[in-house]
């Protein structure tokens, strides 16, 4: 059984209204909100001293944003399970979360007794997205994620280079390899992502997912 008072949570978010009614909302049904930040880098600070059970943030906020606080905060071995609430509902920032490995992941117009619902099931180590998201498109998602694993780690560098819309002279030039071993690289990077190998195609993908990319 899950004692909500036992339940310690930090907020963030950058809207004043947002985090007031957030925090009322919390407390008036008995969460121990022990801090609440503005700016991203409030949040960190505030995640890696109290270290929370659960922090809910935005991730739009100034300094640094919730996706690099909760990347910054796993980095140092911090327990707290993480829950972001977004007005996003493009890919790009679905496959982000993924990749992050983020507990949870709802929208601002969720109700509250769905945040109830997630941070029951974050507790439980569960995964949880708002039910707004399409199940397909959170199962294509997971998919994409999977085959980017399966990189190897110059594979890793070579994307996230391409990504950055560089030529393949130009990112031979960056990592002092040859233009064929770039093109051979860019072969097998196709092949384990399952792209077809038409014009500009990769440079598409990587800009698709660019900012999941940046994680790698």
Known sequence: MIIKNDISLVI??????????????????????????????????????????????????????GFEVIKMAKEKGISTKFIVLSFHK????????KALQINGYLLKEDSFSEI???????????ICFSPSFEASSLKSVSEEIK?????????????????QQMSSNQIAETLFISPRTVEKHRSNILGKLEINNSVNSLINWAFTYRKTIKEL
Do not use: F, W
Request: proline content about 4%.
């Open 12 to 65: 963030a978010d950058d809207h004043p209204m947002i985090l007031k009614g957030l925090k009322e909302e919390l407390v008036e049904n008995n969460y121990n909100v022990v801090g609440e930040a503005n700016n991203g880098m409030q949040a960190l600070e505030l995640i890696l001293t109290l270290q929370p059970t659960i922090a809910l943030l935005d991730i739009d906020m100034p300094v640094l944003t």
């Open 116 to 126: 109830e619902n997630c941070i029951k099931n974050v507790l439980n180590d569960e």
């Open 90 to 97: 493009e890919t790009e920032y679905i496959s982000q979360a």
């Open 147 to 163: 085959r980017i694993k399966l990189l190897t780690p110059s594979e890793k560098t070579i994307l996230k280079l391409v990504a």
